[in-house]
């Protein structure tokens, strides 16, 4: 697609429950970052994935947090357990590979209750 | 130490003003710059990188000095639509993942 697509825009779940957030980066994208902004604050790094394999997934805060993307397109974040803290709001961004600019999705609002 | 410091806002100016952000960032192997824009409730979008030799866009400037791991971004002659927050961005090392500032918020008024 033309741009960085995320599903869904809003989840509401109930604490404990499980979580998946959908993320379609540009095509031709080898490079895509998930990470999570919480009001008042700057983006904040989770995981970054070159092709199929994550390279970098320092930035998920516990092993609840999970995400993979087989086919080295699509890439899923997964979190199991859900807790209050983790309402936030998830980005999703592609870039054609390090140090490169990126392009944001819109993001998921995801609302733990 | 945070990794990435912005001046703390919000920056409230008249248009036609000229408005500079400042930025610092803690490590020196940090290779690429950049200014995000974001809108609210919207996603960042990339204002522009940040070179060494300083860069301009239009009404946009932005400057990097490595030595004293600074970058500033200038904006002169505001307009209404220039209201956002601006995030400064450093990348550290080859692997890619940005490192984001908290933000500074510019409110532009008639």
């Known amino acids: 697609g033309a741009g960085v697509s995320q599903t869904p825009s809003n989840k509401v779940t109930e604490k404990g429950k499980y979580v998946e957030l959908r993320c379609d980066p540009i095509s031709g994208h080898t490079a895509l970052y998930w990470y999570r902004q919480s009001l008042g604050q700057g983006p904040e790094f989770l995981i970054y994935f070159q092709g199929t394999g994550a390279a970098d997934d320092s930035g998920l805060p516990n092993d609840r947090f999970f995400a993979v993307r087989p086919e080295g397109s699509v890439s899923t974040l997964k979190i199991q357990r859900t807790e209050r803290g983790d309402s936030a709001v998830y980005l999703c961004?592609?870039?054609?590979?390090?140090?490169?600019?990126?392009?944001f999705g819109s993001g998921t609002r995801l609302t733990v209750v | 130490r945070k990794e990435v410091e912005q001046d703390p806002g919000p920056f409230n100016v008249p248009e036609g003003a000229t408005v500079a952000f400042n930025c610092t960032y803690s490590n020196s192997a940090s290779q690429s710059f950049f200014w995000y824009r974001q809108d609210c409730r919207k996603e960042p979008k990339l204002l522009m990188s940040?070179?060494?030799s300083g860069n301009e866009d239009g009404r946009f400037t932005a400057q990097l000095n490595r030595a004293s791991q600074y970058i500033s971004l200038l904006i002169r002659d505001s307009k209404l639509s220039d209201s956002a927050t601006y995030l400064c961005v450093v990348n550290i090392g080859s692997q890619g993942n940005l490192i984001f500032g908290k933000g500074t918020k510019l409110s532009v008024k008639p």
């Open positions: 961004a592609s870039s054609l590979g390090p140090n490169q600019g990126y392009t």
């Open positions: 940040v070179y060494s």
